[in-house]
């Protein structure tokens, strides 16, 4: 089945360390997102790329920092930086090269931060 | 990026249709009106999306009014499952690769949808 996964759906981890979540995608998407989404409030883009080895910052980067080696991976480390980490981490794809814009999404993984 | 202002929240009982609206004053005309919703601790999910001409597919309608200022999703009969949060979003479709902006979409708060058993 084609999709999106992201590893692993719940994770805890001390104040002061970074920390890498996992984005993999096998529907051979160029573009691939990630998103930070606290309680009631909506979704808010921290990184974006749409092509391998290379990427944008979004709204909120601060803190955070990302990879893009592979077409179906882009991996994001949360750093010691990030004042507030403990949030749901949403990860998308987009065929941008295709007729729609439609987003896929992971998931999600729950950090936090204890 | 053009805003879009939706209800915090709405009801419906089951089986019955839902209307969800959607205003978006400033929308360009460029601007594609996407529509997501996001079920409890899920990621979100697409919907439907239109620019002009009133959209349907096997999950919902989408009623775009004739001046673009505003749309209205439909669900045409409400189930236990189509309890989420709704987004309504304007993207802006350019050609790829060309600059970096026009494949974010910016999520708002959304309406918080209740099916009523």
């Known amino acids: 089945d084609g999709g999106i996964t992201q590893s692993p759906k719940y994770l805890f981890r001390k104040e002061g360390q970074n920390v890498t979540l996992s984005c993999e995608q096998n529907?051979?998407?160029?573009?691939m997102y990630w998103y930070r989404q606290d309680p009631g409030q909506g979704l808010r883009l921290i990184y974006y790329s749409q092509i391998v080895n290379d990427f944008q910052k979004g709204d909120i980067a601060e803190g955070y920092s990302v990879s893009r080696e592979k077409k179906e991976s882009f991996p994001l480390t949360v750093t010691s930086a990030q004042k507030n980490p403990t949030a749901f981490y949403l990860c998308a794809s987009t065929d941008i090269a295709g007729v729609l814009t439609e987003q896929f999404f992971g998931p999600g993984t729950r950090l936090t931060v204890l | 990026d053009a805003k879009t202002t939706q209800p915090n929240s709405m009801e419906s009982n089951e089986e019955e249709p839902v209307h969800l609206p959607c205003n978006h004053s400033t929308i360009s005309g460029t601007d594609y009106i996407h529509w997501y919703r996001q079920l409890p601790s899920q990621g979100p999910e697409y919907v439907i999306h239109g620019l002009t001409s009133n959209v349907n597919n096997r999950m919902a309608s989408l009623a775009i009014a004739e001046d673009r200022k505003s749309s209205t999703l439909i669900l045409h009969r409400a189930t236990l499952r189509d309890a989420a949060v709704y987004y309504c979003i304007l993207n802006s479709r350019n050609t790829p690769y060309s600059g970096g902006s026009n494949y974010k979409l910016t999520f708002g708060k959304g309406t918080l949808l209740t099916v009523n058993p």
């Open positions: 529907l051979n998407h160029d573009a």
